[in-house]
C-alpha cells in the first residue's frame, strides 16, 4: 500500500533558525496536504499542493510539490516559539485515500 | 469551516469494557472519518463513517471492535470495544466540508486510557 516517510522525526532550533522537514512518498499523489497539531492539540489544516513542482508560501511558511509529485516540503524561515508542533504531511493517492506521515516535532529554544 | 465537537474529550477506562465516543458536525458534511493517534505517533485512518450504512473499515480494524454509527450527515459514534491498554489513544473524528478542496477538518479529539 501507499507509505509516506517523513523526516527528520524531531527537530530542535534556536528561534529565528530555519527549519525543513521533508515528506516521500512510495507511490505518485494526486495530491499532498500539510498539517500542525500543537502540543496536547488537534491537527490543523495549512495548505495543499497539487500541481508538480508547485510551490506555495504562507508568510514564513514555504510548501513545494516535486516535480514527480512524489515528494514535498514544508521550510520555515526565522523560527518563532509560535511554530512549536507536530507538522504532518499527508498524501492522496489514486485511491483518493490520506495518508499521513509520521510528522516531524518541531522545539524551538528562546 | 467546520466546528466538530467530541464528546469525552478524555476518560479512563477498565480494561474490558466498551466506551462510545460522538461526533457532533455544526453543519452538514458528505466524508466522516474516524482517525487514531497513539502517543507520540501518526494519524492513522480507522474507517469511513457512511451515513445510512455500514462504515468503511481500513486494513487492520474490523467493525466488532470498533462499531460506528452514522445515522445523519452531522453525527457520527465510534465505540472501542472490549478495551486492552494497546486501545490507549486518542481517537480523532474528522470531516470534509462540502466545496472544500478536499482538507480535513478535525474534533479536538477524545483521549483514551485503559488500565
Aim: aromatic share 10%; glycine share 8%; with cysteine.
Amino acid at each position: 500500500g501507499q507509505q509516506v516517510m517523513q523526516i527528520p522525526q524531531y527537530q530542535h532550533v534556536q528561534e529565528g533558525e530555519d527549519f525543513t522537514t521533508y515528506c516521500n512518498s512510495s507511490t505518485t499523489l494526486s495530491n499532498i496536504q500539510w498539517y500542525k497539531q500543537r502540543p496536547g492539540g488537534h491537527p490543523v489544516f495549512l495548505i495543499q499542493l497539487v500541481k508538480s513542482g508547485e510551490v506555495k508560501k504562507q508568510k514564513r511558511l514555504t510548501f513545494q510539490f516535486g516535480e514527480a509529485k512524489k515528494n514535498s516540503s514544508l521550510h520555515i524561515t526565522a523560527t518563532q516559539t509560535t511554530d512549536v508542533g507536530t507538522y504532518f504531511c499527508a498524501g492522496k493517492g489514486s485511491n483518493y485515500k490520506l495518508t499521513f506521515g509520521k510528522g516531524t516535532l518541531l522545539t524551538v529554544n528562546p | 469551516s467546520a466546528v466538530i465537537s467530541q464528546k469525552p474529550s478524555r476518560d479512563i477506562c477498565q480494561r474490558g469494557t466498551s466506551l462510545t465516543i460522538q461526533c457532533q458536525v455544526d453543519s452538514q458534511v458528505t466524508m466522516m472519518f474516524w482517525y487514531r493517534q497513539q502517543p507520540g505517533q501518526s494519524l492513522t485512518l480507522i474507517a469511513t463513517a457512511n451515513q445510512g450504512s455500514e462504515a468503511t473499515y481500513e486494513s487492520g480494524f474490523v467493525i466488532d471492535k470498533f462499531p460506528i454509527s452514522r445515522p445523519n450527515l452531522t453525527f457520527s459514534t465510534l465505540t472501542v470495544s472490549n478495551m486492552s491498554p494497546e486501545d490507549s489513544s486518542i481517537y480523532l473524528c474528522s470531516v470534509v466540508v462540502g466545496g472544500s478542496t478536499g482538507e480535513l477538518f478535525f474534533g479536538e479529539g477524545s483521549r483514551l486510557t485503559v488500565l
